[in-house]
């Protein structure tokens, strides 16, 4: 792995980004902010001192020479101060006539004393000379113009101080952030290889080891995530390995049965009343065999998503009392009574198909799981948006501790009546799901109860199109 790709060496540069681009806006707002604020500082203090040096210069005028009242303000007001005078009027010309520093020196013509010779007002500006800044404030007087000057180099020098600690400090921040937030992505990077880690042992279907992460942020939500998959996917496999086995349990005893009859069929001592109970045998293995393989194949298009159902309004009263006709025998034959009772016309959103085959899976499972003499009704009713079809038994109950696992595939309680592979409630319930209705249990000593409960439809008398139970 490319290790200036990783997600450590990303955040630590993001981090020393997002600090130096705001280091980077605090400097721009700063510096050229603090350095107007400084210069403007400067040309107020001599616009200030203008009329300071301007009344001083005429109350002095008569009686000293210009020249020292001038060196005289200029020490005190700490900058450089010249006097002009116009030499022509038409254009605009000026000459010195008064300097601070003597006039050999004094510049021919300045441009913030032109301007405000021009305009006859107060002008000020930077001017540049020899190199070097300089702030100037030029005031009209008395058929004169008043200049002071104001070297800039002290004042930009504290802009320069302030612009070198500044970058200072950022190159120390921006190292510090570095430091930091290597430190802080190398945590946060250990904890994604350990997720990662973690998912490779799920992957390769390791299930024994939990994912631990006891961080507070969406990493530990990740990790949590990445456990609840892992028992998830533990269950599946558990339930995947118990299937496998249970299939080929299932599968093995009437094959083997099939096999043991074979052999006695081949044997030219067996007479004709034990050929026949063979036979007879033989047909109840291969019903059986046939049974499990329609359940293993309903299941399977179950789980891949295949199995479609074709809704249509379904009368349930009808259903259960076809279901009651269909069993009459079989409940004849165990000493069962049978019967159905509840509301007529009671239509349900579901395939007719399926439903008759939950109804076959619940009646079948009544019968063989109670003992003779046991009644077995089928009630029809509404119940709200809700139509009910409830298989309901006088038989000794179902244990408390397998209720929770009737509807579990190749589950069967621990009794002398049960049999069967196990796969019919749990057919029955997913059946139930995909036609958007539950399937429920109530159990106790005397009375079990199985309710299929469907989406109800409104079917109108003249054949309209059918509405849902609002």
Do not use: C, W
């Not at 500044?166 to 946060?188: D, E, K, Q, S």
């Not at 279901?323 to 009574?337: A, C, K, N, P, Q």
């Amino acid at each position: 792995m490319n290790r200036f790709r990783t997600v450590g060496v990303k955040l630590t540069l993001a981090l020393a980004g997002l600090v130096a681009g705001a280091l980077a806006i605090v400097y721009v707002a700063v510096v050229p902010s603090l350095e107007d604020r400084l210069i403007d500082s400067r040309l107020d203090q001599l616009e200030r001192n203008s009329s300071l040096v301007i009344n001083d210069i005429e109350a002095n005028e008569g009686t000293s020479r210009l020249d020292d009242i001038l060196r005289f303000e200029s020490e005190q007001r700490g900058a450089r101060v010249i006097v002009y005078e116009f030499l022509t009027d038409n254009p605009i010309f000026l000459r010195p006539f008064g300097d601070s520093r003597g006039l050999g020196q004094t510049p021919a013509q300045d441009p913030v004393a032109q301007a405000a010779a021009e305009h006859q007002r107060l002008e000020r500006d930077i001017v540049e000379r020899g190199g070097m800044q300089f702030a100037e404030v030029a005031v009209p007087f008395g058929g004169r113009i008043l200049l002071l000057s104001a070297p800039l180099a002290e004042t930009l020098d504290t802009v320069n101080l302030v612009e070198r600690r500044l970058l200072l400090t950022a190159l120390v921040a921006l190292l510090a952030a570095a430091a930091v937030g290597f430190a802080l992505a190398r945590i946060f990077a250990r904890r994604i290889h350990r997720l990662e880690r973690a998912a490779d042992r799920i992957a390769s279907g390791r299930f024994d080891e939990p994912v631990v992460d006891r961080g507070a942020d969406e990493l530990g939500e990740l990790a949590l995530a990445f456990d609840d998959m892992r028992k998830r996917l533990s269950a599946l496999e558990h339930a995947r390995r118990e299937f496998i086995a249970n299939a080929s349990h299932e599968l093995r005893t009437p094959i083997f049965a099939l096999g043991g009859h074979l052999e006695l069929l081949t044997d030219e001592e067996v007479d004709e009343g034990d050929r026949r109970a063979f036979l007879e045998e033989m047909r109840r293995q291969v019903e059986r065999l046939t049974k499990l393989a329609t359940d293993l194949l309903d299941l399977s298009r179950l789980d891949a998503g295949r199995l479609r159902v074709e809704l249509a309004p379904v009368d349930v009263s009808e259903v259960a009392a076809s279901l009651v006709g269909e069993f009459g025998g079989v409940g004849r034959g165990s000493d069962h009574i049978l019967s159905s009772a509840g509301d007529d016309q009671v239509h349900a959103l579901a395939d007719e198909e399926r439903v008759r085959q939950i109804g076959r899976i619940l009646l079948e499972n009544a019968l063989v799981h109670t003992p003779p003499g046991t009644e077995v009704r089928l009630t029809t009713t509404r119940n709200g948006d809700s139509v009910e079809l409830r298989v309901e038994d006088d038989g000794p109950g179902i244990a408390a501790a397998d209720q929770e696992h009737v509807f579990d595939r190749f589950y069967r309680a621990e009794s002398a009546l049960a049999a069967g592979s196990g796969l019919g409630l749990a057919i029955a319930r997913e059946l139930t799901s995909v036609m958007g209705g539950e399937l429920e249990l109530e159990s106790r000593p005397g009375r079990t109860v199985f309710t299929l409960r469907l989406p109800r439809v409104v079917v109108p008398v003249d054949d309209r199109e059918p509405a849902l139970a609002r």
